[in-house]
């Protein structure tokens, strides 16, 4: 397949090189190794990014007969963001493409997108999915809607309406090296790729794939399953975009965005018992101009997540 890149080379197939961060999710990565395996584009290489995993991990992708498999063995930091640079810095190929090791890539998903970028010529794509649970059955949630958006899209993904993930990526390393890579901030631990993808589509305008490319597996060890301040590391997403200063539009909306997130941030805080700290939320969120119904609201269900806990949640218990 030739084509001609945004910069006008021509090209024949160009190298891939996927990024695969795990910890301890041998069986797990297996299927997701597999899924990369089976593409029908074929000139890639693989690296499996390893966060000091415990189990079985590296034994068992020694036994996998893939010359195109190299795996780097990191001490555990518990960063993705620094876990995927690592594989970045290792990579060898003109595109990078990202999976998760408990997610699966359709056969089609590099063949696909390879084709709508030779039509486009634009920089990076991503592309749709489904989520599936644990017995790989399809997960139907009518407000799950992905929406293709398409070229300078940055105000979309801000304003939450449309979701990209990660894992649907396909982009130049070049265009990767421009932004920076993923963030290092030792705060953020998680929610990085949200904030990455902020930055990627402030740079370059997107194209995308309509069709599904990608299932994500909701399962008990899925990450952000596993969050109980997922609010509040969206917020901190938000915060360090707009340290950027990306300009005077895009930080307005970012605050928006940064306000709502505090405000439902605060609601957890209050059923933890934590009064000071969500007060202190729901006075940010405030100050940053959160629509004041929404605030109202998250004041109303924080309260009501106390009365829940120190007198239905001690009333059950006198019970018993």
């Given at each position: 397949?030739?084509?001609?890149?945004s910069?006008?080379?021509?090209?024949?197939?160009?190298?891939?090189?996927?990024i695969?961060p795990?910890?301890?999710?041998?069986?797990?990565?297996?299927?997701?190794?597999?899924?990369?395996?089976?593409?029908t584009?074929?000139?890639?290489?693989?690296?499996?990014?390893?966060?000091?995993?415990?189990?079985?991990?590296?034994?068992?992708?020694?036994?996998?007969?893939?010359?195109?498999?190299r795996?780097?063995?990191?001490?555990?930091?518990?960063h993705?963001?620094?876990?995927?640079?690592?594989?970045?810095?290792?990579?060898?190929?003109?595109?990078?493409?990202?999976?998760?090791?408990?997610?699966?890539?359709?056969?089609?998903?590099?063949?696909?997108?390879?084709?709508?970028?030779?039509?486009?010529?634009?920089?990076?794509?991503?592309?749709?999915?489904?989520?599936?649970?644990?017995?790989?059955?399809?997960?139907?949630?009518?407000?799950?809607k992905?929406?293709?958006?398409?070229?300078?899209?940055?105000?979309?993904?801000?304003q939450?309406?449309?979701?990209?993930?990660?894992?649907?990526?396909?982009?130049?390393?070049?265009?990767f090296?421009?932004?920076?890579?993923?963030?290092?901030?030792p705060?953020?631990?998680?929610?990085?790729?949200?904030?990455?993808?902020?930055?990627?589509?402030?740079?370059a305008e997107?194209a995308?794939?309509?069709?599904?490319?990608?299932?994500?597996?909701?399962?008990a060890?899925r990450?952000?399953?596993?969050?109980?301040?997922?609010?509040?590391r969206?917020?901190?997403?938000?915060?360090?975009?707009?340290?950027?200063?990306?300009?005077?539009?895009?930080?307005?909306?970012?605050?928006k965005?940064?306000?709502y997130?505090?405000?439902e941030?605060s609601?957890?805080?209050?059923?933890?018992?934590?009064i000071?700290?969500?007060?202190?939320?729901?006075?940010?969120?405030?100050?940053?101009?959160?629509?004041?119904?929404?605030?109202?609201?998250?004041?109303?269900?924080?309260?009501?997540?106390?009365?829940?806990?120190?007198?239905?949640h001690?009333a059950?218990?006198?019970?018993?």
């Open positions: 397949m030739a084509w001609r890149t910069a006008g080379e021509e090209k024949t197939d160009p190298l891939v090189s996927i695969i795990t910890y301890n999710r041998c069986s797990l990565l297996v299927e997701a190794i597999a899924s990369v395996e089976s593409q584009y074929r000139n890639w290489e693989l690296i499996i990014s390893d966060d000091g995993s415990t189990d079985d991990t590296l034994a068992t992708i020694e036994k996998i007969a893939e010359p195109r498999i795996v780097l063995s990191l001490p555990h930091t518990g993705i963001g620094k876990v995927m640079n690592a594989g970045a810095q290792l990579s060898k190929g003109e595109w990078l493409a990202f999976h998760n090791s408990d997610d699966v890539w359709l056969p089609r998903k590099l063949e696909l997108q390879f084709k709508t970028l030779q039509k486009e010529k634009k920089r990076w794509i991503y592309g749709g999915y489904e989520l599936m649970d644990e017995n790989k059955i399809t997960i139907h949630r009518p407000t799950l992905f929406i293709p958006y398409r070229g300078m899209m940055v105000k979309e993904i801000i939450t309406k449309t979701a990209i993930t990660i894992c649907s990526i396909l982009m130049e390393k070049k265009l090296d421009e932004i920076g890579g993923f963030c290092e901030d705060r953020l631990l998680y929610r990085g790729d949200f904030e990455f993808t902020l930055r990627l589509a402030m740079q997107a995308v794939v309509r069709e599904i490319v990608l299932r994500v597996r909701e399962h060890g990450v952000t399953r596993s969050l109980s301040d997922g609010n509040e969206s917020a901190l997403a938000y915060e360090i975009f707009i340290n950027q200063k990306p300009g005077k539009e895009l930080e307005t909306l970012a605050r965005q940064l306000a997130e505090l405000s941030a609601i957890n805080r209050f059923a933890q018992g934590r000071k700290l969500a007060l202190k939320q729901l006075s940010r969120a405030f100050f940053l101009r959160d629509n004041f119904r929404h605030w109202l609201s998250a004041i109303k269900r924080g309260i009501y997540a106390i009365f829940k806990k120190r007198f239905i001690s059950k218990k006198r019970k018993t």
